[in-house]
């Protein structure tokens, strides 16, 4: 293959990169460098990517339609994989035009770029923030969502409606996948396991909103790459049994399919907290507040069409994850 992972210096497209270009695909990283977080821990991702002769990173925005378009058209990619976005449900409420120009305006160009170029097949990160209101655990991608609580999830919601659109008029397969609160090495310093790490290393007081019971679906970094990988090569094929009597949400009698990618298990944000503390080797000083607009209380992914279609099911324990993100932390951060 030979693949576009649009963010590719963010934390997922990092390690997506980094997986692909090991097993010896062809892997352009696009990436602007947004100063959203600390560039400089972009660039040490980058550092490691450019050692291998598979990668080449371009510096390019996603709204950026012309040098989109001449992108496209020179590197003929069989494979996109659309990671690039404007991140973060709290950030929305504070900056919403930054989602719509990242995640709607870019994305539209991502998409224009696919069907005049004939890719083969176009993943695109959705995030489990969709099903904003839904209550009914666990969340499934057969069920409607169209109750979204942030303008974050609603850009998410509206990739997936786009790239339908997209799948209808011009053929273009494409998957989306919902992601379910990923941590990790190399993670992203405004996610709640980067700040309370070192808050809590420097004895500074945490955050801890709804007052310590959100419970999440906190997926590994290795499961989500694993499971991006796997769809990649599996090219979303119309389902012969869908009716528009009763329309399935998440296939289509186009080449049209959308996933959750989640551990399909539910962790306490206090059970979290206790697992970096036991780790880290001190108390966390808890700050207790209530919930944050636009948050959900509770995620956990259904993820029975993963394991059904693809074969894989994230299965990294948060006492293994938390561990190797704080190693690699204290590593980074010589601490």
Not at 236 to 243: E, I, L, S
Not at 325 to 330: L, V
Request: net charge negative; aromatic share 10%; charged share 20%.
């Amino acid at each position: 293959m030979k693949i576009l992972v649009t963010g590719a210096a963010g934390f997922i497209g990092f390690h997506l990169s980094r997986r692909l270009t090991a097993e010896g695909h062809e892997v352009v990283g696009l990436d602007n460098l947004d100063p959203y977080y600390d560039v400089n821990l972009k660039k040490a991702r980058l550092a490691i990517l450019e050692q291998s002769s598979k990668f080449k990173h371009v510096n390019i925005s996603l709204q950026d339609a012309l040098p989109m378009a001449e992108l496209f058209k020179s590197e003929k990619f069989t494979h996109v994989v659309n990671l690039a976005a404007q991140a973060g449900v709290r950030y929305s409420i504070e900056n919403p035009m930054s989602y719509v120009n990242s995640n709607l305006v870019g994305y539209a160009n991502v998409l224009e770029g696919c069907r005049h170029n004939d890719v083969e097949h176009l993943v695109y990160a959705s995030s489990s923030s969709v099903y904003g209101m839904n209550t009914k655990m666990p969340l499934n991608p057969h069920e409607g969502v169209n109750h979204p609580m942030s303008l974050y999830a609603a850009t998410k919601k509206s990739n997936e409606m786009m790239a339908h659109s997209y799948s209808n008029l011009y053929d273009l397969p494409t998957t989306g996948l919902r992601f379910f609160t990923v941590y990790g090495p190399w993670g992203r310093p405004d996610m709640a396991l980067f700040l309370f790490t070192k808050n809590i290393i420097e004895e500074k007081p945490i955050n801890v909103f709804n007052h310590g019971k959100m419970r999440r679906d906190f997926t590994y970094i290795d499961d989500i790459v694993e499971g991006v990988i796997r769809v990649t090569k599996r090219t979303a094929v119309p389902n012969p049994n869908w009716d528009g009597d009763n329309p399935d949400p998440c296939t289509s009698k186009v080449p049209f399919q959308i996933y959750n990618i989640g551990n399909n298990s539910v962790v306490e944000l206090s059970r979290y907290i206790e697992v970096i503390e036991e780790v880290v080797g001190k108390k966390a000083i808890c700050n207790y507040m209530d919930m944050q607009p636009g948050d959900v209380p509770a995620t956990e992914a259904n993820v029975d069409d993963l394991m059904n279609d693809v074969g894989f099911k994230p299965d990294t324990t948060i006492e293994v994850g938390i561990k190797n993100f704080i190693d690699w932390y204290r590593e980074y951060y010589n601490v």
